[in-house]
Structure formats: structure tokens, C-alpha cells
């Protein structure tokens, strides 16, 4: 609704999702070059922890995009799944391969038999599981044994999770020491600062052909980054509904008492 009162090109804090384009910050680059580089070397499993709100699905579609131009990405946007059967179905469907009828190890073999396929255009299959805290200890075990695989000493699968910061507490369980064993990179997304929020606003402005100077008063800027608390999805509500309030009232630069409204 705000879009062409503001002149952008496209709605700049969407509230739904991970939309594109990424917007990287310094804590989103400290965590995606390690899980790359797991994910391309093989040596275990990697995790990324976060707390809700902070943008692991952000990240993890970057890294799927990233790591795309030499590997075969699977994204499993989900981990609600009550067996290891419908895990397997799952990942099967993201592949485009049939997966009804198919038994636990029918399921399970295919993936495999997909994944040495790929050699050698492809650098094997990686599996970036979302939502990861959600999976019970049978399931996480599912995934230990797919990405322990091998192919002339080579691991045919490479297994990247993504959870809320219970995934932490579930793998702490002793019954999870084999799991731990193989994990080779465990990094935590950390919430924005006040001077990153503000940078993370800039240039998602920019990315829609805006400029800061004209969209947000510096006294507004200033709130949103303090009320947000390093929160990238409370940033981009409070953004969101304090431009529609602002294009109501047809106000333009938003004003601080605009964004107190909103908030």
C-alpha cells in the first residue's frame, strides 16, 4: 500500500518469510563462511543455533544459494515429522523423486542411490534441515546415519541444521553422544546491536531504491532500533506497520511519535 508513496520498488520489510534479497550483517557473516565450508569440506555435521526471530532461515537460504554452484541443495523448510519414514519422504519429494509406497529403507536407499549420481557434475547432496529443534532423538539419528555415507572416502550427503536455541538443550542429551560426535561446526546467531539494526535498515531501504535521509527521521531510527532489540523480525514489523501508518497520514520522513504508534 506505502510502496509508491515511498518510491520503492518493492516492499522493503516484509513480515512473512525470508524474502530475497539477503541483507547481510556482521552476525550472519560470522556464522554462514564456517557453515560453507563445513558443508563443502564433508567433515560432520553443521549447526546453527539462534533465538526465534533472529534469522536462521535467512541465513539458511543463503547458504543454500551459496553453496548451490558446486553441491546439490535440499531445504527442508520444516522438522515436523513424526517418523523417520515421512522424513525420508520428505527429503525424496524436495528432490522430485516418487516417494509413495515407498518403505523406510526403499526411501532411504533412493536418496543414496541420488546422491552418488551427482559425481561427478555435483559435489554430493547437501541437507539444510530448518526448524531442526523440532526433531525428536530417533530423527536427529536418521540424519547422523544418511551423512555418514560414503563414496570412494568421500560423504555422499552433508547435513546442516538449523533450530531455535532448544536444539542446543536436545543435543545435550546423553543419548545424543554419537550425534555430537560427528558434529564439526556448532555456531549461534546473536541478535543485532543498536548501530547494526540501524545498518540492516539502510540497506534494506537501499536495496529498494531508497534512501534512509528520506524514509525514517533520525529520532524514529533511533526508537526503532531500540524497541526492536536486535530482533530482525520485531525490526522488520515495527518498520513495516510504521510506514503504513506514515502513508495514512501521508507523512514522510516517519517520525518517531509515528513509530511509537506502530510499536
Known amino acids: 500500500m506505502y510502496q509508491e508513496f515511498f518510491g520503492f520498488d518493492r516492499r522493503p520489510f516484509p513480515t512473512h518469510g525470508a524474502t530475497p534479497p539477503f541483507i547481510p550483517t556482521p552476525a550472519t557473516d560470522g556464522v554462514l563462511m564456517p557453515l560453507e565450508r563445513c558443508a563443502r569440506e564433508g567433515g560432520g555435521i553443521g549447526i546453527l543455533s539462534a533465538p526465534a526471530g533472529t534469522g536462521k532461515t535467512a541465513v539458511a537460504l543463503e547458504a543454500g544459494r551459496r553453496l548451490s554452484n558446486t553441491q546439490h541443495v535440499v531445504y527442508l523448510s520444516s522438522s515436523n515429522?513424526?517418523?523417520r519414514r515421512g522424513l525420508l519422504q520428505a527429503v525424496l519429494f524436495e528432490l522430485g523423486m516418487d516417494y509413495a509406497g515407498l518403505s523406510e529403507q526403499e526411501a532411504r536407499l533412493h536418496i543414496i542411490e541420488f546422491a552418488r549420481g551427482l559425481a561427478p557434475h555435483r559435489d554430493g547432496l547437501v541437507l539444510l534441515v530448518?526448524?531442526?529443534d523440532q526433531l525428536s532423538e530417533k530423527l536427529l539419528e536418521e540424519l547422523r546415519g544418511l551423512a555418514n555415507y560414503m563414496h570412494e572416502g568421500r560423504p555422499l550427503l552433508r547435513l546442516v541444521l538449523f533450530g531455535q536455541l532448544a536444539l542446543d538443550e536436545r543435543l545435550a542429551q546423553p543419548e545424543l553422544d554419537a550425534f555430537n560426535q560427528r558434529v564439526a561446526c556448532?555456531?549461534?546467531l546473536e541478535p543485532l546491536d543498536r548501530k547494526q539494526s540501524a545498518e540492516y535498515?539502510?540497506?534494506a531501504l537501499?536495496?529498494?531504491?531508497a534512501q534512509l535521509e528520506n524514509v525514517f527521521s533520525e529520532e524514529a531510527l533511533t526508537l526503532i532500533c531500540t524497541a526492536s532489540d536486535g530482533n530482525v523480525r520485531c525490526l522488520h514489523h515495527l518498520c513495516d506497520h510504521a510506514l503504513l501508518l506514515a502513508f495514512v497520514a501521508e507523512e514522510k520522513p516517519?517520525?518517531?511519535a509515528t513509530v511509537r504508534a506502530a510499536l
Open 186 to 188: 556448532h555456531v549461534v
Open 130 to 132: 530448518d526448524e531442526a
Open 254 to 256: 516517519v517520525s518517531a
Open 81 to 83: 515429522y513424526t517418523s
Open 206 to 209: 537501499a536495496a529498494c531504491g
Open 201 to 203: 535498515i539502510r540497506a
